[in-house]
T-cell receptor, first 114, second 115 residues
Framework: AQSVTQPDIHITVSEGASLELRCNYS??????LFWYVQSPGQGLQLLLK??????LVQGIKGFEAEFKRSQSSFNLRKPSVHWSDAAEYFC????????????FGAGTTVTVRA | DVKVTQSSRYLVKRTGEKVFLECVQD?????MFWYRQDPGLGLRLIYF???????EKGDIPEGYSVSREKKERFSLILESASTNQTSMYLC??????????????FGSGTRLTVV
């Protein structure tokens, strides 16, 4: 069975500083990997996804993520955080053996301080 | 762009009531999903549907049922609402294909409070 771990429940970062959110997955092969963002009271917005090819994936809002097969990780990064990046971030995995149904991590809440 | 619309943003229901959460997508997708979101638990799959009148249980189906009479509409039903079903409910529609063509679109969510 597939599973996703986001080790950090809450991260506080200063505006303009870099941000990295960790995501580890458990699955025997390479799944599809996703990062979503959720602003308060809103649904989920896709930031980026990985399915094959280049292991560094560019997304919207200046985010990128790197797939590392050896570490079963898909960490999300942003070089310079803006106050509007304060939100909750979810990593998700969809595996072919499970018909690509998504399993989500518990989420990481990002607070941005001025 | 695919649009997934959940008819209610906020609902307050009483214990024991039958509750219907509605979800409509506008892109003729075959696959639709209902998730429940709780703090510290992320999103958990309740039910999904591969086509009209077809449904399958997800990871936490107890206390829920679903209905898919038309392709665009997927309803989540709480047969007898209980306080432990107070949660945020998210509907999703999935585009098929591979790679860039594959993906999920989520609705804005329905925050249900059962009192």
């Amino acid at each position: 069975a597939q599973s996703v771990t986001q080790p950090d429940i809450h991260i506080t970062v200063s505006e303009g500083a870099s941000l990295e959110l960790r995501c580890n997955y458990s699955y025997g092969a390479t799944p599809y990997l996703f990062w979503y963002v959720q602003s308060p009271g809103q649904g989920l917005q896709l930031l980026l996804k990985y399915f094959s090819g280049d292991t560094l994936v560019q997304g919207i809002k200046g985010f990128e993520a790197e797939f590392k097969r050896s570490q079963s990780s898909f960490n999300l990064r942003k070089p310079s955080v803006h106050w509007s990046d304060a939100a909750e971030y979810f990593c998700a995995v969809g595996a072919p053996a499970n018909d690509y149904k998504l399993s989500f991590g518990a989420g990481t809440t990002v607070t941005v301080r001025a | 762009d695919v649009k997934v619309t959940q008819s209610s943003r906020y609902l307050v229901k009483r214990t024991g009531e039958k509750v219907f959460l509605e979800c409509v997508q506008d892109m003729d997708h075959e696959n639709m999903f209902w998730y429940r979101q709780d703090p510290g638990l992320g999103l958990r799959l309740i039910y999904f549907s591969y086509d009209v009148k077809m449904k399958e249980k997800g990871d936490i189906p107890e206390g829920y049922s679903v209905s898919r009479e038309k392709k665009e509409r997927f309803s989540l039903i709480l047969e007898s609402a209980s306080t432990n079903q107070t949660s945020m409910y998210l509907c999703a529609s999935r585009s098929e294909g591979t790679g860039h063509n594959f993906g999920y679109t989520f609705g804005s969510g329905t925050r249900l409070t059962v009192v």
